[in-house]
């Protein structure tokens, strides 16, 4: 480490942190308390800690490295609140963090509340496998998700789900984050009710407490079922079979809101990475992706995201694919109704991303090119397992003409299937 501490950048600091600890080594005190005090109330060195760092160490789904994130962000959370000590955050955690049975009386919970995994894929992957159990293993308690209105948009048309709103930002500073993660105590440790945590960046991925122990449940998902390569969402199964007796839960979305379609078949496009630009297969792959969906001669609904750089760059790519005048629709709204689109179309194309998830869910074939993935094991847990045949494309080499051949007989191979 050359220089002082405070001539460092923040991802540099947070670079340095996170590589001795794939290292197993340990890390700089001082350097790390430098991060999360600058974390406090500045976006830019927030975003570096939990991108870099965070992401970091939870990604590889590696019990050492679960246990290592809580031994650090314990200690990020006593820099920031003196109020709290490493010990007794490290002390629960490992408390909470072991898996056990549900053994109360399931008519006398009135309240399930169950957080949000922030990101809509894994609510769809995760959280919606946790709320289906939920509303089987509790019929009488109401059933609430905690989280964003996008979340609970892809579950506002069913009926046993309520929305208890709580806005996590991810482009807000430590203390803010963190401000809110210990406000859920208030509102969460009610009477005849119980938390179910998959896993949330609410709780921050359990160390918070929201409400007490004993009403408690945590999916620690890093490190569960370590010996396998299952997906996130076999092992979400397994984990609600052991603690609620439901081994059989499925993922699912109920989304209320509804785009207008017609009765001709059609394939549903996202060409989105969730600003992770390491998803994305360089041109020209996907106008040269478009072209090929074009020449099955199903129509495509292509969705441009959030807008700004990212719905600029599928408008590119659709204006170069060379389709005539309707071939290509043109998807500008929530992800929740692009959702419901998904859902009744003959075949999802797309990136590493919630529409895959959606995808899989419903039982819709889907292609799915997979890029960007930090080890083995993330690909692993997060490639879309449902019903419906599905096609993953593994990319180790991106270059977009390998991606193109590896990805046109796996297509073909989803439209010969009869529709």
Not at 347 to 376: K, N, R, W
Request: net charge neutral; aromatic share 8%; with cysteine.
């Amino acid at each position: 480490m050359s220089g002082s501490i405070s001539d460092r950048g923040d991802a540099e600091i947070a670079q340095e942190l996170l590589g001795c600890c794939l290292r197993g080594e340990a890390w700089p005190c001082a350097l790390l308390r430098e991060l999360a005090t600058r974390a406090a109330d500045d976006v830019a060195a927030s975003h570096a800690l939990f991108g870099i760092l965070v992401e970091g160490l939870s990604d590889r789904f590696e019990p050492r490295l679960a246990d290592v994130y809580a031994e650090l962000f314990s200690e990020v959370i006593a820099t920031v609140f003196p109020e709290w000590t490493a010990e007794e955050l490290i002390a629960r955690y490992h408390r909470v963090r072991q898996p056990r049975r549900f053994q109360g009386d399931a008519d006398r919970v009135e309240s399930v509340y169950v957080l949000s995994r922030i990101t809509l894929g894994a609510d769809i992957a995760v959280t919606s496998l946790v709320l289906d159990a939920a509303k089987r293993r509790f019929p009488r308690a109401q059933v609430s998700l905690v989280g964003g209105n996008k979340s609970y948009g892809l579950f506002d048309a069913d009926s046993r789900i309520r929305h208890l709103p709580l806005s996590y930002g991810r482009r807000v500073a430590l203390r803010a984050r963190l401000g809110l993660s210990f406000g859920l105590h208030a509102l969460l440790a009610r009477p005849a009710s119980i938390v179910i945590d998959p896993d949330s960046r609410l709780s921050q991925l359990g160390l918070v407490p929201v409400c007490a122990a004993e009403n408690y449940y945590f999916f620690e998902g890093r490190s569960y079922g370590a010996g396998s390569d299952d997906s996130l969402k076999k092992l979400t199964r397994r984990w609600l079979g052991e603690t609620f007796d439901v081994p059989d839960a499925e993922a699912y979305i109920a989304p209320r809101e509804q785009v207008a379609t017609g009765a001709e078949p059609f394939i549903a496009v996202s060409l989105g990475v969730g600003e992770n630009l390491a998803k994305r297969i360089a041109d020209p792959f996907e106008e040269q992706l478009l072209r090929a969906l074009l020449a099955t001669s199903l129509a495509l609904w292509v969705d441009t995201g959030p807008g700004g750089e990212e719905a600029a760059r599928v408008r590119r790519a659709i204006a170069r694919c060379g389709a005539a005048e309707g071939q290509v629709r043109v998807f500008e709204g929530s992800f929740a109704a692009f959702a419901s689109l998904i859902a009744r179309s003959r075949l999802y194309v797309g990136y590493d991303s919630a529409g895959q998830h959606a995808a899989a869910a419903c039982g819709v074939p889907a292609l799915c090119i997979f890029a960007g993935f930090p080890c083995a094991r993330f690909f692993t847990r997060w490639r879309p397992t449902g019903p419906g045949p599905i096609e993953v494309v593994r990319v180790e080499n991106p270059d977009p003409a390998v991606v193109l051949g590896q990805t046109l007989p796996a297509l073909g191979r989803l439209i010969a299937m009869p529709g």
